[in-house]
Structure formats: structure tokens, C-alpha cells
């Protein structure tokens, strides 16, 4: 069974940074990450995505919000991804999930995986 899970989350101030990291753990061996993606959802809105970014780390794609502020970042040999986050506004504040979609090669089947979600709190 593949797991996705997150860390990296807490309570920071406006202006502040904070790094999010994803792994990829479980039976892991035949799983291969075509995309990574980074979601969020803010209590009474629908979620979003964020950032996501592809295999080769040549393409990644930013909601506009988080522009110059957000830069995704992977490791395909650690089955890993990254967040960091900076110049945070209280807006930013939200459930943020790590996704990851791909092919299991011993099958021959999609998958979509989902972390559990960190909270990312941003407040003075």
C-alpha cells in the first residue's frame, strides 16, 4: 500500500516562511511519479491547486496568487516533493495537500495519491 505523507506545517506570521515536504512511502518500488502537485483548502472553500510540477522538473505551474512567493521542488529518487512558502499573507492559510500521480509499473495502472493534509496557519 502507497502512502503520501506530509510534514512541514505549523503557525507562522505574515512575512514568514515555511517549507512542506511530501514522501512517498509504502510499497513504493514500482511507483512511478509522472506529476506532483500541491493542493490547499481554506475552511468554506473549495480547494485549489497550488503548485504542481512535472517528472523531469522542466515544467511547474503556480496559482497566481503564490507567484514569486511558492517554488515546488522534487526528488524522483527519494519519491519526494517540496513546498516552500515565503513571504506568507494570512490569505495563504489552509489545509495543504501533497498529490501525486503516475504509473504503477507492475501493472500497468494510474494512480492518484493523497496525503493526509498539514495545516498551515498563517497569523500574528
Known amino acids: 500500500q502507497v502512502q503520501l505523507v506530509e510534514s512541514g506545517g505549523g503557525l507562522v506570521q505574515p512575512g514568514g516562511s515555511l517549507r512542506l515536504s511530501c514522501i512517498v512511502s509504502?510499497?513504493?518500488?514500482?511507483?512511478?511519479?509522472?506529476?506532483w502537485y500541491w493542493y490547499r483548502q481554506a475552511p468554506g472553500k473549495e480547494r485549489e491547486l497550488v503548485a504542481g510540477?512535472?517528472?523531469?522538473?522542466?515544467?511547474?505551474n503556480y496559482l497566481d496568487s503564490v507567484k514569486g512567493r511558492f517554488t515546488i521542488s522534487r526528488d524522483n529518487g527519494k519519491k519526494m516533493q517540496w513546498l516552500q512558502m515565503d513571504s506568507l499573507k494570512p490569505e495563504d492559510t489552509a489545509v495543504y495537500y501533497c498529490?501525486?500521480?503516475?504509473?504503477?509499473?507492475?501493472?500497468?495502472?494510474?494512480?492518484?495519491?493523497w496525503g493526509q493534509g498539514t495545516q498551515v496557519t498563517v497569523s500574528s
Open positions: 498529490n501525486a500521480r503516475g504509473l504503477e509499473t507492475s501493472n500497468g495502472t494510474s494512480f492518484d495519491y
Open positions: 509504502g510499497s513504493i518500488s514500482s511507483t512511478f511519479v509522472r506529476n
Open positions: 510540477i512535472n517528472r523531469a522538473g522542466t515544467t511547474s
